[in-house]
């Protein structure tokens, strides 16, 4: 765990070197706590968010703990993961929401519109799983560059805004040319250092229109700074790098976006090579559950009924079944789900009920989509240390009696 949370501290204090006195903040930004330290006062941008629910990896990286996982399908704001790589736009951006300016480009009668307009297009809402591409790093072993994001970098979401496609219509179609839906993020750029690499900016690949929402309401609330207020672009399904905070621009390309954000980072690498934009980019989520309950390393269980509760979800892929294993995965049952289902993008709480003998056991699930694809026993590694979803990294011992 050490070794990772060194090199978090690392590639973070690089990347705010801007801000002056890198070494400064990343002594100031809790890096010294362990990772499952008690919870610090919360940055002033998240400051009514519930601390006891958020462990802090960085000001700018907040994850849900296990425990505040809930079993009621829907993550409450509060308690929800915040990422991000600059510190967010000035709070004022939200005094007058209507006034919000987004730049088109790639449509036939691009130009300025404001989210007042947007709202006079068209309503939709979607329940989909918000989650990094770097959730689940910290069950690697060894050195992996990156944040050491448990489970908690995920959380599942609605949102409610315009679908992309009428704002299309309503600019007069696409520009026959147009490939890739890439959009920016409206943060200011620290100056004298090539825009290029730190612009919040992804493309996603042109298919992504038929889903996706520019969205003003998460949860059923005007849609907080933290997660990209006033206005955000939800593309369902695809990991959350791609859903674009205070979107100020939304481009209709040719080719993909030249930022880092894009050309390198959020890439599945081999281990060992050069990050570019010849490696398979980080768009549609991987299916995948875990556990949350009951917590691993916690106190040790009374022999007897256990109930196990985790989260399944299958990426642009409804879920179909989830299994649960006592055994490490040598033999496994078919679990409940306990929720509502809110749609393919939403992931599904599941419940199985067993008995737990006197000593220590591990506990997995695996899940199987509408398709028939199963969440994979092992890993795929890659140099970032994304889109891990191996069951058997996110089994958990649990200790009896
Ligand atoms: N504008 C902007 N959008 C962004 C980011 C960012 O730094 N700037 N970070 C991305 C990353 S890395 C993640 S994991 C998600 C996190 O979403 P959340 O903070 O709402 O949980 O936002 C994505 N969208
Ligand atoms: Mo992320």
Redo the contacts with the bound molecule.
């Keep these: 765990m050490s070794e990772s949370i060194q090199t978090a501290c690392l590639s973070s204090a690089s990347r705010r070197r801007w801000l002056g006195g890198a070494a400064g903040l990343c002594l100031l930004g809790g890096w010294q706590s362990p990772v499952f330290a008690e919870p610090r006062v919360l940055p002033g941008y998240a400051s009514w968010k519930d601390a006891s629910a958020l462990e802090e990896h960085s000001h700018l990286a907040l994850e849900t703990r296990r425990s505040a996982m809930g079993s009621s399908v829907i993550t409450p704001a509060s308690q929800?993961?915040?990422?991000?790589?600059?510190p967010p736009p000035e709070a004022r951006i939200l005094s007058d929401r209507d006034a919000w300016v987004l730049q088109t480009a790639g449509l036939k009668q691009a130009r300025d519109i404001t989210l007042g307009e947007l709202r006079e297009l068209g309503l939709e809402t979607v329940a989909t799983v918000?989650q990094?591409?770097g959730n689940g790093r910290a069950f690697i072993p060894g050195k992996v560059n990156g944040l050491p994001w448990g489970v908690g970098?995920a959380?599942c979401v609605v949102w409610s805004g315009v679908p992309l496609r009428r704002v299309v219509s309503a600019l007069g179609g696409l520009d026959p040319a147009a490939r890739f839906i890439t959009a920016t993020?409206?943060?200011v750029l620290p100056e004298g250092i090539d825009p290029l690499s730190l612009l919040?900016e992804r493309s996603v690949p042109l298919l992504a229109l038929d889903d996706a929402l520019l969205a003003w309401e998460m949860n059923g609330e005007p849609l907080p700074l933290?997660?990209?207020g006033p206005l955000r672009l939800i593309v369902p399904g695809y990991y959350?790098?791609n859903?674009?905070?205070?979107i100020r621009r939304l481009a209709f390309t040719e080719q993909e976006s030249a930022a880092r954000m894009m050309a390198r980072d959020y890439r599945l690498t081999p281990v060992g090579a050069e990050p570019g934009p010849g490696d398979a980019p980080l768009w549609e989520m991987d299916l995948k559950s875990w556990i949350n309950s009951p917590a691993p390393g916690g106190r040790a269980l009374k022999p007897g009924p256990v109930r196990v509760l985790g989260v399944a979800f299958g990426g642009t892929r409804a879920v179909r079944q989830v299994e649960v294993s006592v055994d490490g995965g040598q033999r496994w049952g078919v679990a409940q789900f306990s929720g509502p289902d809110l749609g393919r993008f939403a992931w599904r709480q599941f419940v199985f009920e067993t008995e737990l003998r006197t000593g220590s056991h591990v506990l997995a699930s695996r899940v199987t989509d509408a398709e028939g694809r199963e969440q994979p026993r092992l890993r795929t590694d890659n140099a970032g240390g994304f889109a891990n979803n191996s069951w058997l990294d996110h089994a958990i011992k649990v200790q009896v009696g």
Excluded at 80 to 86: G, M, Q
């Design positions: 929800l993961f915040v990422r991000s790589h600059l918000l990094s591409a970098a959380g993020g409206a943060e919040p933290a997660h990209g959350a790098e859903q674009i905070k205070y």
